[in-house]
């Protein structure tokens, strides 16, 4: 069965930092490109970063790059998400999936709120 368990979510001020964390059973990292998706109330769901451990492809959301970091740990089969300077239009819900390249990822972890205040 796969799963994916998203944790780290939390409430930090703006310029603040947290780190998601993705830990993943079921399946190898190998198999699917793991990564980020974010829902803010009142939008749509959108990725902001994704790893494919298989060419070492990085994906970022232009409005993360440069402060959002993703990275794996192949060996733990989990997938991080350092997510530094971060705004008030940062807060959103965060879900992890697996096969995040693509135009619909294949499965989806619970979400993790992510709160940052001004």
């Known amino acids: 069965e796969v799963q994916l368990q998203a944790s780290g979510g939390g409430l930090v001020q703006a310029g603040g930092s947290l780190r998601l964390s993705c830990a993943a059973s079921g399946f190898s990292f190998d198999d699917y490109s793991i990564g980020w998706f974010r829902q803010a109330p009142g939008k749509e769901r959108e990725r902001v970063s994704c790893i494919n451990s298989r060419d070492g492809t990085l994906d970022y959301a232009d409005s993360v790059r440069g402060r959002f970091t993703i990275s794996s740990d192949n060996a733990e089969n989990t997938v991080y998400l350092q997510m530094n300077s971060l705004k008030s239009e940062d807060t959103a819900v965060y879900y992890c999936?697996?096969?995040?390249?693509?135009?619909?990822?294949?499965?989806w972890g619970q979400g993790t709120q992510v709160t940052v205040s001004s």
């Open positions: 999936a697996a096969e995040c390249l693509a135009t619909r990822p294949r499965y």
